[in-house]
DNA sequence: AAATTTTCTGCAAACGATTGCAAAAACTAT
DNA sequence: ATAGTTTTTGCAATCGTTTGCAGAAAATTT
């Protein structure tokens, strides 16, 4: 007895180390299910899942969906995932989902994925490259069957590390300098072309333009689309009139932008990496006392939602980005691969809205 | 043997029902950790655990922790969670995540939970009843620990089968009518005070409001309050100048306000439920000719993000909402119930954000 | 009717982790 | 050295589902 009472003691020392909340508990079983049809657990599993069903007789089936109905049985994923290895779940990885470009984009994942079964689970890195890696992290042990990244660098450790551990995934809004890989993005030469067009229309010839972070595919390629559209249009690229914002934000975007505007080149336009540092250009240009579109038109890229209703109103280059995100559940789901072995890159072909923060140049 | 072949030609018919793509298998388990330390695979869970680290000694426990991770460990979440049955998740129930109320939140939400060890899993019911029932489901069906709904109406069904199958759960943004429900919720009383104060202080005596639909608390409670603070400033409620849209949209926003606009009745400023709102009043004002502040004042509620940008920048109440998710997830976890058998409400406390969209009555 | 073939069903093992309990080992007191 | 107490560890069962295989039952062929 007292030997008892001493390892009740022992035992009571334990510390739950977890923040735990009262969890509700249904529990009917297979077995529940059996007893009441007749027949053995494993008969109600073939009868219960549409793929073995044929397996079963119409009247066993019949019968078990019924007391599955009227007993309120609920699978247990747990157990069926243990079994089977898969989790029916997709981690989606985004760099700040505060950002209105990526809400979008997860619903669109979200409505084509749930529609194939899978539930998607939504990580934010912060654009920190230590918390992708944490967040990538937490995502294995929740044992996800693939990934959709939105976060992806052109030298980006996440992805090889993906490569390397053969896990599904496909890129989504930003791709990799690796070509070989599943993804789907903005056709980022045609924006910049359809801007450099627009505002070459306008009468401009001295276009400079605020870029995103040139680690990011939505950085460099933007910026090199840039640089080769006005070769087209037979301007010459000024080096000083382009510079690179740190971040996609508006603080990083009003950094930039003051500096150009500082370095005092003359320039009568700015295309901007996307409306997020457009946005930070607009508070740049208003700290100089200067107007937009009188004194610089500015254009942006993504057509984010309330773009529409700032002053002025936003040129921009519109991306359907629910779309965006459909194709990309699509594909990792195999449905846009004709050949499995033979990685794609889907571009998203964008329009040009015009709006009143272009205008003639002076 | 050709038993074996019939039984092989019978089996092949069966049909994968899922889209499937190649899941990544890394199979490291406790039994391998046991091999390579020389105890049972008991003693290992024990070790990993640390509720149950002080079980076994420090030799163990260091030696384990070492060969877990040189073996690249990774426990199998969907063993323990049946043996547990806990998933360590929990199901974030939102209207609309592309309103940019919603992120902020999510955000909030997330951090916080993600410190005590849980996923969070999100769920759009894009303002339907029916998929919002849907998502429920899905959310059960994966064994949520608990619950957060943003997505609470007066009275709400789905309110009402958490409560009856005892799912934990608590509310943000929105609540219900029932008093003892855990919520955490803008102080909309306070909020609509300081908009009635701050238009009655720039003279404005003809205060006219587009509220959202009356089965959410942030409808009813928003239009109770803006009837009491006229009354606090010796106004009379005018029920002609009151009206509401039937979602917390632009575009329901917009039609409310034309429906105000053309009953020919004076006003000289409006306050509308919510920014969304708000922007579709702004709609209306201009398309029915009239400029705001000059001829209209105009005051929104939550500061959503962009708000300050639009033209005109807008007057609107400031809502902490990364802080409000951050108190639900708290909520949910206990953290904030002295008395947990005595659910309460959280008001968040908030600011007067005056911008120019708000000028002297004419 | 008997033999053969096809369909259906139960058995048993597995998936990987946790945990109550009893036995073994270690420690302390006499 | 022996007895008593405490700590540690292994055993075995469990969680709920899936699935290969073999035997039983039903259907078809001879």
């Excluded at 000083?240 to 914002?245: D, G, I, V």
């Amino acid at each position: 007895m007292k030997a008892i009472l001493a390892n009740l003691a022992y035992y009571l020392k334990r510390i739950v180390m977890h923040k735990e909340f009262q969890v509700a508990d249904s529990r009917v079983t297979l077995r529940d299910i059996a007893r009441e049809v007749g027949v053995h657990p494993s008969t109600i599993s073939r009868a219960l899942n549409p793929a073995t069903r044929e397996m079963v007789t119409a009247e066993i089936a019949e019968r078990t969906l019924a007391a599955a109905e009227r007993l309120g049985y609920r699978p247990n994923t747990f157990a069926q995932s243990l079994k089977t290895n898969r989790s029916y779940t997709v981690g989606v990885l985004v760099p700040d989902l505060t950002n209105p470009v990526f809400p979008p984009i997860i619903k669109g994942i979200d409505r084509t994925l749930e529609e194939a079964g899978y539930t998607v689970v939504v990580a934010n890195s912060d654009n920190q490259p230590d918390r992708e890696q944490m967040c990538l992290e937490r995502m294995q042990e929740r044992r996800v069957d693939g990934l959709i990244l939105a976060t992806a660098r052109l030298e980006d450790p996440t992805i090889e590390r993906c490569l390397r551990e053969k896990l599904p995934f496909v890129l989504v809004n930003r791709t990799t300098a690796k070509n070989d890989i599943p993804s789907v993005v903005a056709d980022e030469t045609a924006g910049i072309k359809m801007l450099v067009q627009h505002l070459t229309d306008l009468g401009h010839r001295r276009i400079a333009m605020v870029s995103g972070p040139h680690h990011s595919s939505t950085g460099l390629w933007r910026f090199e689309a840039y640089v080769s559209a006005l070769r087209d249009h037979g301007l010459e690229f000024a080096p000083e009139l382009a510079t690179q914002s740190d971040t996609f934000t508006e603080e990083d975007g009003q950094l930039a932008a003051a500096r150009l505007l500082q370095s005092g080149h003359d320039f009568t336009a700015i295309i901007a990496g996307n409306d997020m540092i457009a946005l930070g250009c607009l508070s740049a240009l208003k700290n100089a006392g200067l107007k937009c579109p009188d004194d610089i038109s500015l254009a942006g890229f993504n057509d984010m939602r309330f773009i529409d209703r700032i002053d002025p109103p936003l040129t921009t280059i519109r991306i359907p980005l629910e779309e965006m995100g459909s194709y990309a559940a699509r594909m990792l789901l195999g449905d846009l691969n004709d050949d499995p072995s033979s990685p794609q890159t889907i571009r998203i072909v964008p329009r040009l809205m015009v709006r009143s923060s272009t205008g003639p140049a002076k």
